[in-house]
């Protein structure tokens, strides 16, 4: 059985950080990806990264601050979001996919966690 838990969101205030995990378990997988949807928006990409050999791809809004990194050992994958900013407050979904092209499309994952919350107070 295929299960993505995350952990890691929480409140802070601009200017700050926050690190979220998604841990895998029941298959390994080609990509791993960090999406968020914030209340009345749809769910958009933030990072992503390949299994195997560790390409990381991230959207415009958020190069720069945050990092997307793996733990093959332990089939976890984080985000790092440093230099937060109140527009990055949402519901942050770890998602994963066997394979595909496009890995910023929300269709084209599988696989999907729970979700965290994050809230960046201004």
């Known amino acids: 059985q295929v299960q993505l838990v995350e952990s890691g969101g929480g409140l802070v205030q601009a200017g700050g950080s926050l690190r979220l995990s998604c841990a895998a378990s029941?298959?390994?997988?080609?990509?791993m990806g960090w999406f968020r949807q914030a209340p009345g928006k749809e769910r958009e990409f933030v990072a992503a990264i390949t299994w195997s050999v560790g390409n990381s791809y991230y959207a415009d809004s958020v190069k720069g601050r945050f990092t997307i990194s793996r733990d093959n050992a332990k089939t976890t994958v984080y985000l790092q979001m440093n230099s937060l900013k109140p527009e990055d407050t949402a519901v942050y979904y770890c998602?994963?996919?066997?394979?595909?092209?496009?890995?910023?499309?929300?269709?084209?994952?599988?696989?999907w966690g729970q979700g965290t919350q994050v809230t960046v107070s201004s």
């Open positions: 998602g994963a996919r066997l394979s595909g092209s496009a890995y910023y499309s929300v269709s084209s994952y599988g696989y």
């Open positions: 029941g298959r390994t997988f080609n990509t």
